[in-house]
């Protein structure tokens, strides 16, 4: 099979340089083309046709994000790999909706860059795991905004799950949090509440429709 063809764009020559040698230990991957800035990448990727683009989002000129929405509008076959420093909820969601089918921090190891070349190219997405959360904690159901005005929405999303008998390391493993973060959440919960323990919380909550 022929190598699958990379186009890397991103405005600092080392790190360009980084990533040339990290892809050359892949025997079925090969960088095709280089880009300092976004509309050299958009004229680099119409030009030779790569197969997947790794993509920075701050670039001279022309930005990541507007880069990466030209070219799959004029080339949608073309895998775009963000590969950035910025995690922020816009960056991430800008870089989803212009077509981008990978988001990953620089930093990444090797091992999970080769694989985000290797699913972009097969049309699927591969998230760093950082990411994959934020769009995780975008998409989980939120709270009805009417119930328990006095929690703050980290707490009434705690007291959903409490309601839903999920154990304190349960619920930090779900939300990324501390143990201890945790417990201080329910002790807050329980004095906003004026309950005794979990179990009048979680009677609470289930009432109000929360932890179905």
């Known amino acids: 099979m022929s190598p699958l063809r990379v186009l890397i764009a991103d405005d600092h020559e080392p790190f360009r340089a980084g990533l040339r040698a ?48 030209r070219i799959v509008a004029a080339s949608p076959h073309i895998g775009i790999v963000v590969l950035t420093m910025l995690e ?24 999970q860059l080769v694989r985000a070349v290797r699913a ?44 839903g008998h999920r154990t304190n390391p349960e619920i930090a493993r779900q939300l990324g949090l501390s143990a201890k973060t945790v417990r201080n959440h329910v002790s807050n919960i329980l004095t906003k509440l004026r309950v005794a323990g979990r179990a009048e919380a979680i009677v609470q909550a289930r009432d109000a429709g929360l932890g179905r």
Do not use: H, N, W
């Open 22 to 69: 990290v892809l050359s230990l892949a025997d079925d991957i090969e960088v095709a083309a280089e880009a300092a800035d976004g509309a050299t990448a958009v004229a680099e990727a119409l030009r030779c046709q790569p197969d997947v683009v790794l993509m920075d989002l701050r670039m001279p000129g022309l930005d990541g994000i507007e880069a990466t929405r």
């Open 88 to 111: 922020d909820d816009e960056s991430v969601f800008a870089a989803l909706r212009a077509g981008a089918r990978g988001y990953l921090l620089k930093g990444a190891l090797r091992a």
């Open 120 to 163: 972009a190219a097969d049309g699927e997405a591969l998230l760093g795991a950082g990411v994959a959360r934020r769009i995780a904690d975008f998409l989980r159901p939120r709270p009805p905004e009417t119930a328990f005005p006095q929690l703050t929405d980290r707490e009434r999303e705690v007291l959903a799950l409490v309601a």
